[in-house]
């Protein structure tokens, strides 16, 4: 029976919707482990304190005492681990900081994880999981057709998908060499509501808002797959208690949409629910500017896998759960506002201007 789940990264946005999920909707205790560095916040876990099942220790991941002690005084049956740098611009501009997050971060706690589960004993141990929580961006770029599957061979192109490419080796390393009983998940773009404001959709969102220029990089024909961050968040708990050991699941929303057309849709939503003062089209505010370094063409997730075994869909199509987050950017302006103020500039630039 699975009591208490250690989530690192719990104060990002995949990892805060995981927390509202298991605060929510299961009875289990929670211990949040996050750095709180730029794209984390606490206020992406509202009232979340007050269940008296949640616990928040600030701390890096590559700190190897700190996460021992940290596993020593919870004793978690679960660990989640979703604490990464995740930002593809952030990293062509500073590698090397994904390197120690993300590679370093993740043997960190590997480590720190073996020791604590070698130490359990009867169902305590056989019942231990440690689910790694990574991206599709590992398989590098699609064609005009094909989805990525779980075989699909590793191809990053960015520092990010590298460092996430490595941390998924590291991972299944420990599981095929020491026994540490894992499982991994690769997923599709997300979005929902507590999406920094540097991401593409709420940049959007908040950029129409202001007035701003919307730029979009190259023609806008890149296409990703869009899953909702509350779906993702059930998979994820089922992925973590259902999944076979040594098993990697993909989870995807169904959702191929280009550029282009999401920045579109955001500029029709908000022409309906909020209009300009000169009632003319956001669309206008649409600039294309220069390609990122290494931009992967298409990302398209072949979810089957866990579907068939596990029984998990997403529930939200893309047009509801667009207009959803739109509405919560509208109604929300407390939580966005700090953020937007701290995060205008468009990153991943410099290095594609650089000479040589």
């Known amino acids: 029976m699975v009591k208490t789940v250690l989530v690192t990264g719990g104060a990002g ?26 794209a984390a916040n606490l206020a992406n876990l509202p009232g979340i304190e007050a269940s008296g099942r949640y616990r928040f220790f600030k701390t890096d991941i590559c700190s190897a005492d700190d996460m021992a002690a940290i596993l020593a005084e919870t004793r978690p049956d679960r660990i989640m681990h979703l604490a990464a740098e995740s930002h593809v611009d952030r990293s062509i501009e500073g590698p090397m900081t994904f390197v120690q997050t993300n590679l ?132 994820l708990w089922i992925v973590c208690n259902q999944g076979k050991v040594g098993e990697s699941y993909n989870i995807g929303g169904h959702n191929e949409v280009k550029n282009l057309d999401i920045v579109h849709l955001i500029c029709d939503h908000l022409d309906r629910l909020r209009p300009r003062p000169d009632g003319r089209s956001r669309r206008e505010q649409i600039r294309f500017v220069a390609d990122r370094p290494g931009h992967d063409h298409r990302y398209a997730i072949d979810a089957g896998k866990i579907e068939r075994e596990l029984g998990w869909r997403p529930a939200y199509t893309f047009d509801r759960g667009l207009e959803d987050t739109i509405r919560w950017y509208l109604e929300n302006e407390a939580w966005w506002g700090p953020l937007r103020a701290a995060s205008q500039e468009r990153r991943g630039l410099k290095a594609a201007a650089a000479p040589g």
């Open 13 to 38: 946005f995949i990892g805060s919707a995981v927390i509202r999920h298991l605060i929510a909707d299961t009875d289990v205790r929670v211990v949040n482990v996050d750095k709180l560095t730029y």
């Open 104 to 235: 370093v971060g993740t043997a960190t706690l590997l480590m720190a994880a073996l020791r604590y589960w070698s130490g359990l004993e009867g169902e305590a141990k056989a019942g231990f999981r440690f689910h790694h929580i990574s991206t599709d961006e590992v398989f590098g770029s699609l064609g005009e057709t094909g989805l990525f599957t779980e075989e699909t061979p590793y191809d990053p192109r960015s520092p990010y998908s590298a460092t996430k490419a490595g941390s998924d080796h590291l991972v299944r390393a420990w599981h095929h060499t020491f026994g540490l009983p894992c499982v991994l998940s690769n997923c599709s773009n997300n979005y929902g509501p507590y999406h920094f404001p540097e991401k593409l959709i709420p940049l959007v969102i908040l950029n129409a808002l202001a007035g701003s220029d919307l730029p979009v990089y190259g023609d806008g024909s890149n296409v990703r797959d869009w899953l909702h961050v509350e779906d993702h968040a059930r998979a």
